[in-house]
C-alpha cells in the first residue's frame, strides 16, 4: 500500500520530493489556530491501512510539536499502520549533558517524547557531540544521513583554493569529511562558550593558509556568533573574507543580517531550514532513508513489501 505523505506548514516542497521519490502519494494535512492559540488539526486524506510519512522540519520546535502530535495521533486513530517522521533538522541535541545542576537534559527527554509521537524518525545531520548516535537517546529507529558530500560539491563548484575550517571541536565530524572530498587542507579552531549568545575562539597559526580562501563549515548557525567570532579571528590573522556554510540555518533574532554586515563572503545553508540562504539541496539524501524505514515498518508489521 503506498504511503500516504503529510506535510506540516511550511513543508511542501518537501513532501514534494517525498512523494515524487518514494511509492507514496500526497496527503491532505490541514493546520491552525483556533483564535485562542490553540491547535487545529484535521487530516484530509484516507490514511486507513497505510503508512503515513510526516513531512516536518523541526526549528522552532515549539511551536510545532503538538501539531505533529496531533497529526501523528489522528492519522494513527484513523487506521495508519505506522507513522513516521521526516525531519531535516532534528532539535533539541545541545543539552546531552547537565552543564550546572538543575538543568533538563533536554536531549534526553525531548528524544523520549517524540519517541511517543511517531514509530520512526530521518534527519539530517544531527547535532552528536557526547552521545555517539541518535539510537543512544531515541526509542525508535532513527537514521541520519550527511550533507558533507553536496557541502564538498558546493564547495568546488565555487571556491578556488580553499581551505576549510571548523570554528569549534565538535564541528570536526562535519569539516573533515567535506575538506576530505574536496582534497582541501582543513583546520579546526577552539571554541568557548560564555553564553547563549557570546563565545571565545582561539586560532592556531594559519599563515601556511594565507593564499587559501577560507570556508568555514559549522552543522548549525543560530545566533551567528560562532562565526561572526571565527572570521573575525580569520581577519586578525590577515586571511580573506570567509564563505560561512551552515548545514542547518536557523538564523535566530536577525542572524542572517549579522552575519551579511560581518563581511563574509556569502552565507550558504542547505536546505533543511527554508532560508533565502539556501543554496544546497538536500531533501533527496531523504528519501533512501524513508524508504528503508517504510519497508522495516511494513516488514514488522507484517504488511505489503516495498
Ligand atoms: C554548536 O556547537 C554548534 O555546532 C554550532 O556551533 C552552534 O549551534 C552555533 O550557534 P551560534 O550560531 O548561536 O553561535
Redesign the pocket.
Known sequence: MRATVLALPGNAPLAARLVLDLPARMGRLEVRRFPDGETYVRIGSPVAGRPVVIAATLDRPDEKLIALSLAAATARELGATAVGLVAPYLPYL?QDRRFRSGEALSAKHFARLLSGVVDWVVTVDP?L?RVPDLGGLYAIPAESVTAASRIAQWVREHVQAPVLVG??E??RQWVGRVADEVGAPVVTLL?R?LG??E?CIELPDLAPYRGRTPVLV??????????IEAARGLAKLGLASPWCIAVHG?F?GG?YGRLQAAGMAGVVTCNTVRHPSNAIEVHDLLTPAAAHRLAEAAATSGGESW
Open positions: 545541545r547535532h557531540h570554528p569549534d565538535e564541528s571554541k562558550r547563549d549568545r563565545v559549522d552543522d548549525i548557525v543560530s545566533t551567528g556568533r560562532t562565526l536557523i535566530a542572524a
